[in-house]
């Protein structure tokens, strides 16, 4: 990865993006630190869904907008120069893009904060060509640390903030492929002995 300081403050964030959306908010709190934000929004290549019929086929991405789709975020990666790409999920993201982004300098980030990773649009052998990946949910550790391997795992109580989640990152830690994050104000509660 290069060291250019302009390259280091620069992040690319793919996913959905209507103003409640998890995406939204960690954009949202990267840009609070200074980071220059450029979004690739999967629902740009979903096509407007105005009907309930149209919402629902909007779920269901073509072929076509799926390649379109990680086109753009290959394009976005080599015209922005970030130091990191993240996606929250990586829904519709290729192995192919993921190994593009990396051959790119970028550091490839996947933020998981759902329960399963069953779904339709996630493909779990493309976890193995994330640098990093956090997840929101402990019973997840074990398994995306057999899953991605290599390097110690990193059992974090942080706030539920981008400045906190991704400080760790811009800090260098290159041993942790796989943090748990979780709400520091539970481990407070728990602490005091409010929560058990």
């Given at each position: 990865m290069k060291s250019d300081p302009v390259r280091h403050n620069r992040?690319?964030?793919a996913g959905k993006f209507p103003s409640y959306s998890t995406a939204s908010g960690v954009a949202a709190g990267f840009r609070q630190l200074g980071w220059d934000v450029s979004e690739v929004d999967l629902e740009r290549f979903a096509g407007e869904a105005t009907s309930t019929f149209q919402k629902i086929k909007s779920r269901i991405l073509s072929r076509r907008s799926v390649a379109e789709y990680n086109r753009e975020i290959v394009r976005r990666v080599e015209e922005f120069g970030p130091a990191m790409f993240l996606t929250v999920k990586g829904s519709y993201i290729s192995a192919r893009t993921l190994?593009?982004?990396r051959s790119l300098g970028a550091l490839a980030v996947n933020y998981y904060p759902d329960f399963r990773f069953s779904y339709k649009d996630v493909d779990e052998s493309t976890f193995d060509?994330?640098?990093r990946f956090f997840t929101t949910k402990s019973f997840q550790v074990d398994y995306l640390a057999?899953?991605?391997?290599?390097?110690m795992l990193n059992f974090s109580i942080m706030d539920m903030s981008?400045?906190?989640i991704f400080l760790p990152l811009m800090q260098n830690i290159s041993n942790t492929n796989v943090t748990f994050v979780t709400s520091a104000i539970i481990h407070r509660a728990k602490k005091s002995g409010c929560v058990r």
């Amino acid at each position: 990865m290069k060291s250019d300081p302009v390259r280091h403050n620069r992040i690319v964030i793919a996913g959905k993006f209507p103003s409640y959306s998890t995406a939204s908010g960690v954009a949202a709190g990267f840009r609070q630190l200074g980071w220059d934000v450029s979004e690739v929004d999967l629902e740009r290549f979903a096509g407007e869904a105005t009907s309930t019929f149209q919402k629902i086929k909007s779920r269901i991405l073509s072929r076509r907008s799926v390649a379109e789709y990680n086109r753009e975020i290959v394009r976005r990666v080599e015209e922005f120069g970030p130091a990191m790409f993240l996606t929250v999920k990586g829904s519709y993201i290729s192995a192919r893009t993921l190994q593009k982004i990396r051959s790119l300098g970028a550091l490839a980030v996947n933020y998981y904060p759902d329960f399963r990773f069953s779904y339709k649009d996630v493909d779990e052998s493309t976890f193995d060509y994330y640098d990093r990946f956090f997840t929101t949910k402990s019973f997840q550790v074990d398994y995306l640390a057999k899953r991605i391997g290599g390097g110690m795992l990193n059992f974090s109580i942080m706030d539920m903030s981008a400045k906190s989640i991704f400080l760790p990152l811009m800090q260098n830690i290159s041993n942790t492929n796989v943090t748990f994050v979780t709400s520091a104000i539970i481990h407070r509660a728990k602490k005091s002995g409010c929560v058990r």
